[in-house]
């Protein structure tokens, strides 16, 4: 029996065209479902965020002072073309993830063999942790999104031969690095990759082969120049330079307490902790958890190799950061599944080994292999709409106000009935923002209790001081929460505006 017999088959030829195009569907499906509908409204944070991408403004140099330029000014773009809305606030971290799933199937296919790229990458972009952290319109994102785009650009500079595309990979490496100093904690991967290259003798001689020094110097001169009001930030405020390295807003000291909350993240399958955690637990599934704890395993065995070598340093120096960070467990995503793939080459690796000359044993060894693999994506990406629909701690943490509130203005210019906004005093500025991209500075949003009149109507949002006035409120509109009252937008009108049907 020739080993070149089965790859006659056609299912065989293809079978790497099949699996990226799968892959590529499945990410552009689940994505746009999760920001779309799942949970489809916004957060806290996210109002907080589009407030602090709206504020960026050339004519004010100060305000380009912040932390995550790189992404404000992404959503600013994207507020500034569709208006605020829930839409417009995700997109940019819905164009990010898409970016990253293409990213990072480059890389595990630069790192690994065309099938454990395949599996790994299937693993990586639709679980239910990529998906969380995709569909949020905050910042998050970007803690994997520079990793991925890192390592991509030094994986192809550091190529055995020379070639056309470091003069483009080289100075966008220096870019890159440069702008991800503006994310929290991603300095460490900058430190493990400048030790690699300085202390592993390949990457040494790759180096100095393959990279000429004008692309080189140009790579630093342009890294150097991206980050220089990242560092006028830190001279006005030094302790952002702590923040950008260590620390965030969520951080903790109490070393034996993050443990357990790390292990809680890692472990919880009953979702109890999501309500003090904010995450969705497990944070990677059991078999995805195990294919990196092999992985380390050969990683261990394995380590003088450039890209083991890599991974190591940076895992070292990551993992107490991890643990002050017990909140942020996104920051150990790409590490984790880069572990994964190396766990899913070698179980690959001694399946082939066990069938070196029966092509058809070596062939349909991979039926079993893709149920596993097709089982884990789709219970990981059922998980998490399940969870956004269900579970109480987060779907209470969204709200569909803007959406309802958008609705409730329309119908009233549509009655000719002039509609007041009114909110508490927490809501204010970004119900300010909306009037500002959308209204022109036309609706009249208030903090005040406000009385309705023959050709005016008040819409109330549930924390304003008008729900709490004496007045009785012709309508109430309610919102599906678990667990919290669902009433969430109140209109008043007088007696002369309401209809009565017949």
Known sequence: MSKDSVKHIFLYRWRFVFGYSILA?????????????APGGLTPAEQ????????????????????????????????????????SIKL????????????FTLLLRRWFTPNVSVITGSLAVVSAAFIFLAQQGTPAIMTVFWPVFILLLASLSFKRAKSK????TVPLLGI??????????????????????????????????????????????????VTLPLAYLIYRDPSIALTLAITSDTSSFNIVENLKLIALQLFDITGTSINFTGAITPFITLPSLLLALLGVFHLVRNR???????????????????VLNPHRPELLFVPLMLLGGIGIANVLHYWYSLFPFNPYARAFGLVPLAVFVGGVVFTDSLRYFQATHYNSALTTNVSKDLSTIKGQITDLQAAEITPILAVSEDEEAFYQLYNQKERNGELTVTTTVAEPTSTSAVIATRESEQVRSTQIPTTVLAESHAGEASDRIYLYKTESDIRTPF
């Open 92 to 103: 940019p971290s819905l164009l990010l993830a898409i970016a990253i799933g293409v990213g």
């Open 48 to 87: 907080n965020s589009a407030l602090t991408s709206a504020s960026l403004s050339l004519q004010n140099p100060e305000s380009l002072l912040v932390v995550d330029l790189p992404y404000h000014a992404l959503q600013k773009a994207s507020i500034a073309v569709f208006g605020v809305s829930s839409f």
């Open 304 to 322: 003088h190799g450039a890209q083991n070598y890599l991974l190591t340093a940076w895992m070292i120096m990551l993992l107490p950061i991890a």
């Open 165 to 168: 595309l470091t003069a483009i």
């Open 25 to 37: 569907l499945m990410l552009i499906g689940v994505l746009t479902s999760a920001t779309l509908f």
């Open 176 to 225: 890159a690095a440069g702008l991800s100093l503006y994310t929290p904690m991603n300095i460490f991967l900058l430190l493990s990759l400048a030790a690699g290259s300085i202390l592993h003798p390949h990457i040494r001689y790759s180096a100095r082969k393959y990279i000429p020094k004008h692309f080189l110097t140009l790579a630093i001169v342009l890294g150097v120049a």
